[in-house]
């Protein structure tokens, strides 16, 4: 068990619509990231919150946002979906600083548009 | 931009057979750290080594040990005495830092079957 939990594990929704994808980090973790895996792109950093703020972005889309709370949990809201979008979402936390600050993965979100 | 190349698709290995999967990676930065994550069918990705630029001694963690050669730009994951709870894909990550703050860069992953 890494301890960064993601929830719901299955998600099944229509085009267009829009869903929440939920985050809680290890317990003492500022950071919080989020990456998608598909069959065609690989895994891909989406962004990153440190401490309720932006830090990074990736490849994200213009039609998902991300909030990190100030209890640290992070939300990835997916609108407009489209059947590109089904994928494995990732939320990962680690410490801060350098060294063997590796990120901790959660079990993911598996996401099909139909 | 740093990148992470494997350039092996699948691989197979019978049990108690030592594997190694490749990794080479591209940068110019002199500060870096290089990750193994294993990906069984369940989805999860589970951390197995990190070895960091400056490190002088190749990366261990009990039957899995980096080879890493700074000088190619390699950083091959060895996985000793194959278990076949070894089946799985398993990826190679680069930390990419930027002020401080880091993301993992991810090659294409590796399969690795592990045969009776």
């Known amino acids: 068990d890494s301890g960064v939990t993601q929830t719901p594990k299955h998600l099944i929704t229509a085009t267009g619509q829009r869903v929440t994808l939920r985050c809680s980090p290890r317990s003492g973790d500022l950071s919080v990231y989020w990456y998608q895996q598909s069959l065609d792109q690989g895994l891909q950093f989406l962004i990153q919150?440190?401490?309720?703020?932006?830090?990074a972005k990736g490849n994200i889309l213009e039609r998902f946002s991300a909030q990190q709370f100030p209890d640290l949990h992070s939300e990835l809201n997916l609108s407009s979906l489209e059947l590109g979008d089904s994928a494995l979402y990732f939320c990962?936390?680690?410490?801060?600083?350098?060294?063997?600050?590796?990120?901790?993965f959660g079990q993911g979100t598996r996401l099909t548009v139909v | 931009a740093q990148k992470i190349t494997q350039t092996q698709p699948g691989m197979f290995v019978q049990e108690k057979e030592a594997v190694t999967l490749d990794c080479t990676y591209d940068?110019?930065?002199?500060?870096?750290?290089l990750f193994w994550y294993k990906q069984p069918s369940s989805g999860e990705m589970i951390f197995l080594i990190y070895?960091?630029?400056?490190?002088?001694q190749n990366a261990t963690e009990g039957r899995y040990s980096l080879n890493f050669q700074k000088a190619r730009k390699s950083a091959n994951l060895v996985i000793s005495a194959s278990q076949l709870g070894d089946s799985a894909m398993y990826f190679c990550a680069m930390r990419e830092t930027h002020t401080g703050f880091q993301k993992l860069v991810f090659g294409t992953g590796t399969r690795l079957l592990v045969s009776p």
């Open positions: 940068t110019s930065d002199q500060s870096y750290g």
């Open positions: 070895q960091g630029s400056y490190d002088e």
């Open positions: 919150y440190y401490n309720g703020e932006e830090r």
């Open positions: 990962a936390s680690s410490g801060e600083g350098g060294g063997k600050t590796e990120a901790f």
